[in-house]
């Protein structure tokens, strides 16, 4: 049986899971899903069109579900949907979409540290981590993996790439591409990611050539379209090289140089 704290606030017609476990002066709004054994600690706020898998653990003072700040918001159903198995530590906000039937996506196993915040449309991939404070502007895309140091702000529509890394008190402002590092304000990429590829891993083969693949785009002074073709008659095939050609290939903002 779930665990639900007198003073909590659950609206009727509200969908809790087994064994969930709801603090003192939590809001559960009544098109709220929540899969099992999900903690809501204390004062926690979840609200909204929102669905959220299991085993999730919200501590206190975060607000989740709740309307776009986006001025464009013309009402609707709009949603936000949330996987398995995350952290979201305190006063985190992450808000639903904007437009009728669009959605806020965060998915599993992500560790999303105090006062972050994920903006409207964002869709977030898996096994990532936030550091304090750090902000998700909206449609922001961020593939797993990806790590996000405190203080850091993403402009809207940006895109990190799988396993990339953004240093603190960092501005980004165009594409993170996969596997590298970037830092700075605005936030160019300075080099691979090379702890996190070991710590999810990738290969030393495939680190060697991403590497290579790293000068190629941000050493040698080529057009993107002329470091792809480079790195694409030059380096070897993997799975790693074919994601971050096509991530830079796709770059609708432009990649962080």
Known sequence: MSEIHPTAVIHKDANLGEDCRVGPYCIIGADVVLGNRCQLHSHVIIDGKTEMGADNEIFPFASIGLKTQDLKWKGGNTFTRIGHA???????????????????VVGSNNHILAYCHIAHNVQMGNHVIMSNVGTLAGHVIVEDYAVIGGLAAVHQFCRIGKMAIIGGCSKVVQDVPPFMLADGNPAETRTVNKIGMERNGVSEESQNTLRQAYKIL???GLTISNALKKIESDLPV????????????????????
């Not at 006063?91 to 959605?103: N, R």
């Not at 074919?242 to 990649?255: A, D, E, K, M, P």
């Open 86 to 104: 995350n952290t979201f530590r305190e006063y985190v906000t992450i808000h639903s979409a904007t437009s009728d039937g669009e959605t806020t």
């Open 218 to 220: 941000f050493r040698e």
């Open 238 to 257: 993997s799975l790693e090289m074919n994601h971050l050609i096509q991530f830079v290939r796709t770059s609708q903002r432009g990649i962080s140089k």
